[in-house]
């Protein structure tokens, strides 16, 4: 069986096609990129994602191929995400269904983030930190849900990340251009917020973008935000290792690629006798393999999920009936 997979919820228009084996048969992108200074214009991203749509489709299956007749299903990121970027990839996964008659599977794209982690990994039953410009989670699979053990109360991590990096003047995605910056900077004190099992960035991005008008170099910010950001994370992950008794941890998410974020779960882990893992940087980003992967996952185990319309902007994916 073969799914071809449809992800558009933010910056990132991508199609990719996968087997019922976890084979990989193609992956395409094309990323919608805003000025420099400047966030995601969501009506220009969708307008990007419509225009880029066909030419991605046809990359894809020249990768791959294959002929959209070779598929068996289309799945489709539904959410959560930017309206004007959710319905353009809505829009051309109803299109090819509806014209070549193929079965529509709305996927979450928390899950497929998950599940594209735990194909890569292998991991059976980790301790999920899912970090992107959209999301900021502590995860754990209990009685048929992923359910959410801790969340930012404000912003995510990442887009934290971009909003102290456009405040910078550096190029976008913000947590790339910080992390590189980070390896020359020097610790200066911003605020550190961990509220039981709950985080806040909204403050430090905040203290951040004041410590650099003051004069502080982006070297210095980029550091102290990450260290900062990252021993939060670190102090919540360690909390739901120690409440499951779980002895894997899976990063998974644009932020997962972070080489210090890295170095600092692995190091927690060790020290409770446990594993890390993340997912491989090619797929840690928004891409339409995690989105065909779930779809495929969805049908097999009959857990395709009926929306009312055609996407969900705040799709949790603790509202997943899962397997």
Known sequence: MICLGIESTA?????????????????????????????????????????????????????????????DLIAYAAGPGLPPCLLAGADFAIGISKKYKKMLVPVNHCLAHVEIGKLFTKTKDPIFVYLSGGNTQIIAFVEKFYRIFGETM?????????????????????????????????????????????????????????LFRKGVTKEDIAFSLQETCFAMLIEVAERAVAHTGKKELLLV?????????????????????GNMYFVPNQYSGDNGV?????????????????????????????QVEWF
Not at 15 to 35: C, F, H, M, S, T
Not at 300 to 309: A, H, L, P, S, T
Not at 312 to 318: F, G, K
């Open 11 to 71: 910056h990132t228009f991508g199609i990719g096609i996968v087997n019922d084996r976890g084979e990989i048969l193609a992956d395409e992108k094309d990323v919608y990129r805003p000025e420099i200074g400047k966030g995601i214009v969501p009506q220009e991203a969708a307008e990007h994602h419509r225009r880029v749509s066909e030419d991605v489709l046809e990359n894809v299956l020249k990768k791959s191929g294959l002929k959209i007749e070779d598929m």
């Open 154 to 210: 404000d912003i995510p991590l990442g887009n934290c990340l971009d909003i102290v990096a456009r405040e910078m003047g550096l190029s976008m995605p913000g947590g790339t251009t910080i992390e590189n910056l980070a390896k020359n900077g020097k610790y200066v004190e911003l605020p550190y917020v961990v509220k039981g099992m709950d985080v806040s960035f909204s403050g430090i991005g905040t203290a951040a973008i004041q």
């Open 253 to 273: 998410g644009g932020v997962a690629a972070n080489i210090r974020l890295q170095e600092m779960m692995r190091k927690m882990c060790e020290e409770r006798e």
């Open 290 to 318: 995690m989105i065909a992967w779930t779809g495929l996952l969805a049908y097999k185990n009959k857990k395709i999920v009926k929306i009312k319309d055609k996407f969900l902007q705040t799709w949790r994916i603790d």
